[in-house]
């Protein structure tokens, strides 16, 4: 069973920075893409950002410039790093990998942004 497991989110104040890590219990190379989404309250989950495996990475607009998807194969995690936060990035946010037969999801991570 795969398992993925998000750490670092908190509390930050608009215009901060906060990096969000998710660690893999399989090779984030056997899934076709790793993933980070969010969900609001009272809103669906979006997808954040994208990294496939040949580092193709993709952002929604909202966070395009800001938001930074990042992986590390050796230790088999993906980061999200977070700048220039803004109140309505306050969410849930959830690490997904997806393969071709299954996503899996992480227990997500509470970022609160405060003006």
């Known amino acids: 069973q795969v398992q993925l497991v998000e750490s670092g989110g908190g509390l930050a104040q608009a215009g901060e920075s906060l990096r969000l890590s998710c660690a893999s219990s399989?090779?984030?190379?056997?899934?076709?893409?790793m993933a980070w989404y969010r969900q609001a309250p009272g809103r669906q989950r979006e997808l954040v950002a994208s990294i496939n495996n040949g580092g193709y990475t993709h952002y929604v607009d909202s966070v395009e410039g800001r938001f930074t998807i990042s992986r590390d194969g050796a230790k088999n995690t993906v980061d999200l790093q977070m700048n220039s936060l803004e109140v309505e990035d306050t969410a849930v946010y959830y690490c997904?990998?997806?393969?071709?037969?299954?996503?899996?999801w992480g227990q997500g991570t509470q970022v609160t942004v405060s003006s």
């Open positions: 399989e090779s984030i190379f056997t899934f076709n893409a």
């Open positions: 997904a990998a997806q393969s071709r037969m299954s996503d899996y």
